[in-house]
């Protein structure tokens, strides 16, 4: 992808990238928490007008779909999906995983943070996705960074590279190629706490399929 704007609110920070003719600039706040609809137009027009990209220009517009905040996920596919709606432009979407194990060798766990649950995790080995996401609690997570070089932006309880999402986002649609275009959707690994408290009281089961 040669003109675009990517945009994640998936989690705590903020990313806003606009890259225009292979020369990007990039907004990056790392606490944004309960912010990202307050900051993200900002952000969207400050990272244009230092990448002098228009978003007529836009060949693609990319979203971090999650997993992370149930809402910070649903602002920034909100926002894409109203500019590709408005322009006629095409949607990729990028997991969160993809932005934290962007400069990964080998075998490498990209980690995500998922409150009291635990940890959401996703394994790739050599770029390609070999351990589906799921949601991972300290037990598993100890076993894991015993056969993957862990990745995360987030404190862990295992030794682990800390992740530049900014960077990581960049690179990812950098790389996307046409074919990788198409509906973004969210990536919810559990149902959200209220989801789960709601289905406890009527006797519900909270897992997803």
């Given at each position: 992808m040669d003109n675009f704007l990517a945009i994640d609110t998936a989690n705590a920070y903020l990313t806003v990238i606009a890259q225009k003719d292979g020369r990007a600039a990039a907004v990056f706040e790392d606490d944004c928490a309960a912010q990202h609809s307050v900051r993200l137009m900002d952000a969207v027009?400050?990272?244009?007008?230092?990448?002098?990209?228009?978003?007529?220009?836009?060949e693609c517009f990319a979203a971090v779909t999650g997993p992370g905040s149930f809402t910070g996920i649903r602002i920034g596919i909100s926002a894409v999906k109203g500019f590709c709606a408005a322009l006629g432009k095409p949607s990729l979407g990028i997991t969160t995983f993809q932005t934290l194990a962007y400069n990964a060798e080998a075998k490498a766990l990209a980690v995500v943070p998922a409150g009291r649950a635990g940890w959401y995790v996703c394994g790739f080995a050599d770029g390609k996705e070999v351990l589906s996401p799921r949601l991972a609690g300290e037990a598993e997570l100890s076993a894991l960074a015993r056969e993957y070089a862990v990745y995360s932006r987030a404190e862990l309880p295992v030794p682990h590279t800390l992740s530049d999402p900014a960077a990581g986002l960049l690179a990812a649609v950098r790389a996307a190629r046409v074919q990788?275009?198409?509906?973004?959707?969210?990536?919810?690994?559990?149902?959200?706490?209220?989801?789960?408290?709601?289905?406890?009281r009527v006797g519900m089961p909270s897992a997803r399929s």
């Amino acid at each position: 992808m040669d003109n675009f704007l990517a945009i994640d609110t998936a989690n705590a920070y903020l990313t806003v990238i606009a890259q225009k003719d292979g020369r990007a600039a990039a907004v990056f706040e790392d606490d944004c928490a309960a912010q990202h609809s307050v900051r993200l137009m900002d952000a969207v027009g400050e990272a244009l007008a230092r990448a002098g990209l228009s978003l007529n220009e836009c060949e693609c517009f990319a979203a971090v779909t999650g997993p992370g905040s149930f809402t910070g996920i649903r602002i920034g596919i909100s926002a894409v999906k109203g500019f590709c709606a408005a322009l006629g432009k095409p949607s990729l979407g990028i997991t969160t995983f993809q932005t934290l194990a962007y400069n990964a060798e080998a075998k490498a766990l990209a980690v995500v943070p998922a409150g009291r649950a635990g940890w959401y995790v996703c394994g790739f080995a050599d770029g390609k996705e070999v351990l589906s996401p799921r949601l991972a609690g300290e037990a598993e997570l100890s076993a894991l960074a015993r056969e993957y070089a862990v990745y995360s932006r987030a404190e862990l309880p295992v030794p682990h590279t800390l992740s530049d999402p900014a960077a990581g986002l960049l690179a990812a649609v950098r790389a996307a190629r046409v074919q990788d275009c198409g509906p973004v959707g969210a990536l919810y690994i559990q149902k959200s706490q209220a989801e789960r408290d709601r289905e406890a009281r009527v006797g519900m089961p909270s897992a997803r399929s």
